[in-house]
């Protein structure tokens, strides 16, 4: 391994060198990074649309199993969870039931039949689109598509290990704000160039993060620790979240940009294209490169679980896939160079790595304009409108609509850029703190500037962010997480239960999910638990 490592660095060297970091043409790119980040990322309406779809799914729950303690709750995890994930992102669900034994395997099939055919009913009503059920992966999965929104769920049962990492990867990124920024753009550039589908073969959600975290791990000097030093008590999430505010200034001595940091992320994953067959395994759990045998199964990409060593997180990936991959970084990395060396405008390496549709909302007209046009960016817009007309949850967004009317449309029209301060919306400080008050768990991203790249940390979020439970006494559609957080370990989570209320209801006038619109007669007398539609 020490001869291995050491050609791979030198190899490195040698093609870093090789690069012009020109600093005009590095503060350019960014700039560019750093304004295709804060644009892509979710909105208000983003996180409403996934909280009330997890609420819906537990309304589906009680429907199914009653309203009693036996019941199941339905929570999210994955991309949502760390906060890692913008408006074309799957949601993934568990439906976890009231103990701390694991769920035999027969029980998990046994319940997403259950889930799969109350969903059929609701494809058949026209709510929902593309029910599928994938009983026999490792991880069985019912697949359906909201029409109301287009949001992909998947759900799983007693997928306490993924609820665990997702959390812990939120903690983590409390550490440097350079982590969610640097995995925000290498997922939208991997969706763009569709290499981003475990469905597919290619690379997860998950595997892409720690991917970003293992390069951030093993920069000289390192942004992040090895995950064994935040995770000595096993993944215990209170412990990890307190924990981590201790190495809140870890990264401070590496002041690199974000865009040193991406190019140098596609240097380091082009390079160890052929090392992978070698045993080459990415360890975040010791923050470094691992020699790794799989036994008798081979993979052609490695990147250790960090809760489970014996589990690769890229396991999905297959071979020819590897290759689709590759192609893409090699493409990516030769274009960057091409804009370093003065061949290629900012405008067109944007388009190349995230998709027209992001330099269309940068509106950058030409190389000679761009920083000029970075300061006058439209820092959010409104998500793209399918062609079913708009529907209103339910009266209680009357009463918020009553109580904060101008507050309210000063936020849609600076969204739509119709306010009084013309095309790109009101004042960003105008626009943030109106957010906070429609949203109280929304933090929305800040514009770093291309010639301050003092990045700090952000608040240490709770082990039940985005949202936390801040008490135990009652359940919160509106919050990420249906359990209240007890004081063991990964084992206990899930032992209190919590009672349902209404949610918080903003943006109404925005598209959502068909399934709010359900008639769900059982619960027709308690507005409170489901604000149902009649038709």
Not at 46 to 55: E, V
Not at 261 to 281: D, M, P, R, S
Request: some cysteine; aromatic content about 8%; charged content about 20%.
């Amino acid at each position: 391994m020490p001869d291995l490592l050491k050609e791979v660095e030198k190899f490195q060297a040698e093609e870093l060198a090789k690069i012009k970091f020109t600093p005009a043409c590095v503060t350019e790119l960014d700039g560019l990074l750093c304004n295709a980040y804060v644009i892509q990322c979710p909105k208000p309406i983003d996180y409403h649309n996934r909280r009330d779809l997890i609420r819906i799914f537990n309304v589906i729950a009680k429907e199914i199993y009653g309203n009693n303690d036996s019941s199941p709750v339905v929570e999210g995890y994955g991309s949502f969870v760390m906060d890692m994930f913008n408006q074309k992102s799957d949601l993934d669900m568990s439906v976890n039931f009231n103990h701390s034994i694991e769920v035999p395997r027969m029980k998990m099939i046994e319940t997403l039949r259950k889930f799969s055919k109350k969903l059929f009913k609701l494809q058949r009503s026209g709510h929902v689109t593309g029910v599928q059920s994938i009983l026999s992966a490792k991880v069985p999965i019912v697949k359906v598509t909201d029409r109301g929104t287009g949001i992909e769920c998947d759900l799983s049962v007693d997928n306490r290990d993924g609820i665990a990492k997702s959390h812990i990867i939120h903690a983590v990124t409390a550490i440097d704000e350079r982590f969610r920024m640097l995995s925000f753009l290498m997922k939208s550039w991997a969706q763009e160039h569709n290499i981003n589908s475990s469905k597919d073969r290619t690379l997860n959600s998950l595997s892409i993060v720690s991917l970003v975290a293992f390069h951030l791990q093993t920069c000289n000097p390192p942004i992040l620790p090895p995950f064994a030093a935040l995770l000595k008590e096993g993944a215990d999430l209170a412990y990890v979240t307190n924990f981590v505010q201790t190495y809140s200034n870890y990264g401070n001595k590496n002041q690199d940009s974000l865009a040193k940091l991406f190019i140098t992320l596609f240097v380091k994953l082009a390079l160890v294209e052929n090392y992978w067959q070698k045993g080459f395994c990415a360890s975040l759990y010791e923050g470094s490169w691992i020699l790794k045998s799989w036994g008798r199964r081979s993979y052609s990409i490695s990147i250790e679980d960090f809760t489970d060593r014996s589990e690769n997180v890229a396991r999905a990936v297959g071979t020819e896939e590897q290759k689709t991959i590759y192609t893409c970084i090699h493409n990516s990395l030769n274009q960057i160079k091409a804009f370093l060396n003065g061949q290629m405008q900012g405008i067109k390496l944007m388009s190349l790595l995230f998709g027209k549709h992001t330099v269309s909302t940068l509106g950058i007209g030409s190389a000679g304009n761009t920083n000029e046009n970075m300061h006058n960016l439209p820092i959010m817009q409104n998500p793209p409108l399918p062609p079913p007309k708009r529907r209103r949850l339910g009266e209680r967004f009357e009463e918020s609509q009553a109580q904060q009317p101008s507050e309210r449309n000063n936020f849609v029209q600076g969204l739509q850029g119709t306010g009084p301060q013309g095309v790109g919306g009101v004042q960003r400080e105008t626009l943030f703190n109106t957010l906070a008050s429609f949203a109280p768990s929304y933090m929305p991203p800040t514009s770093i500037p291309s010639t301050n790249h003092s990045y700090g940390p952000r608040t240490v979020p709770s082990p039940y962010a985005i949202n936390p439970v801040a008490f135990g006494g009652s359940y919160n559609p509106s919050i990420q997480s249906h359990f209240v957080p007890s004081r063991s370990s990964l084992g206990s989570i899930g032992t209190s239960r919590q009672q349902a209320v209404a949610p918080n209801i903003f943006l109404a006038d925005q598209v959502h999910s068909q399934l709010a619109h359900v008639n769900h007669n059982q619960y027709r007398g308690d507005p409170t638990f489901y604000n149902h539609r009649n038709h």
